[in-house]
């Protein structure tokens, strides 16, 4: 998805470095103001690869309850933001991406190497209005 990016969709993605998620554990309610490229400024086919991006964490749910979710998350395109710092390469330590829009939440981040060498990732999906927090 990133890598569809053109140069001034990706130039306006950019943000300062980011080490980890933002809104994970103890974080959980602390979103961040909304920062990068909205995805309704992308072409299609990059708006495609948004949806694709989106049904891989939503996915994880029952059809039933995915697909809608996901043409909601779709109908706030427009207002939903795409931001990526450090690496293009989720291999490589440092990477982050986000997707910040009226509901949905994701992140990505790769944190670094372990002790063992291997890379360590983290990632969370939430719906800011029907996940756990919500009332």
Known sequence: ??????????????????????????????????????????TEEQRGRVTAFVRAWVGDTDERVAEPLVQQYEAEFDRTRIAVSGSLDPDTPGAYLRIDGPRLWIEFSNVGRFGNGDNHYHSIYRDKRADYLSR
């Open 1 to 42: 998805m990133v890598e569809s990016l053109g140069e001034d969709a990706l130039a306006a993605a950019r943000i300062g470095a980011i080490d980890d998620v933002r809104v994970g554990t103890g974080r959980s309610d602390r979103y961040p103001e909304p920062e990068g490229t909205l995805v309704s400024d992308l």
